[in-house]
Every structure is written in structure tokens, then in C-alpha cells.
């Protein structure tokens, strides 16, 4: 694994075998910044909803994610990055029709909602950084 800090961010092995220790690291943090025991229950649920997807989906062999975290007014600040396929999961509402019974719905679709519900904002861009194109994506979340 990659920790190699740049301009406060934190580059990573986009790999799930790290998920658990870039995890910690960000709850850590968050703690130490004062973030609730209840909005660490959303961090921790938005931490692991993006990070599953780009170790999952971004990157056909290796790649790097880079992370970094703040405090701004009274949110905590969490963006991630990395140079994989380009992704919007904001781009429209992945979740099943209510009409749709649970026998035949496709796994998915729930968690990119649950991060938008309980983050005060969620922002994506697909912009130049880090020497190439880069799925940006920064939530904040209300620190109480």
C-alpha cells in the first residue's frame, strides 16, 4: 500500500485488500476532528459505499485512489479521487422502482442514495489532477 501524501492528499493502492486500514484512518481523523459518534455511522457508511466501488469497478488492473480529508465550518470534508473509468453516480438515481418486488430487483442502486441522504452535499467532477483525467468526488457532512 501507498501512503504518499501530496499537497494533503493521501495516495492509496486502489485495492480492497486496503480497505479496512484507509477506513480506520479516515474515521480516526474524523473523530479527532470532533465528528459525532452518530455521523461517524454515516461517514463510515459513505466511506465504505465509494471505496468498494472504485477498488471494484474503476480500474480494469491497478490503479491509486487519493483521499483527503477537512474540516470546513461545521462539516467534515471527505474527497476522493482516482484516475479510473469515468463515473458519475450522481449523474441520475440508481434505485430499484418501488413497484419492482425484491425477488427481482439486481443487487445495487441503494447505497449512492444513502450517501446523497445523509451527507449535507455530494459534488462530482471529472477533471485534470494528479498528471491525468480524475473521477473527483467531495461530500460533506455535518459534523454533529
Known sequence: MVNENIGG???????????????????????????SARQQLRLELGVEEI?????SYAYDDFGYIWLKTSVE?????LEVADHGRPFDPLARDYRHAENVPLADRQPGGLGIFLVKKNFKSVVYCYEEMFGGMANHLTMLLQMK
Request: proline share 0%; glycine share 6%.
Open 73 to 77: 465550518g461545521d462539516c467534515f470534508r
Open 9 to 35: 492528499w493521501k495516495r492509496y493502492d486502489a485495492d480492497m485488500k486496503f480497505y479496512e486500514k484507509i477506513r480506520d484512518e479516515i474515521l480516526t481523523v474524523a473523530e479527532q476532528a470532533g465528528v
Open 51 to 55: 471505496l468498494v466501488n472504485v477498488f
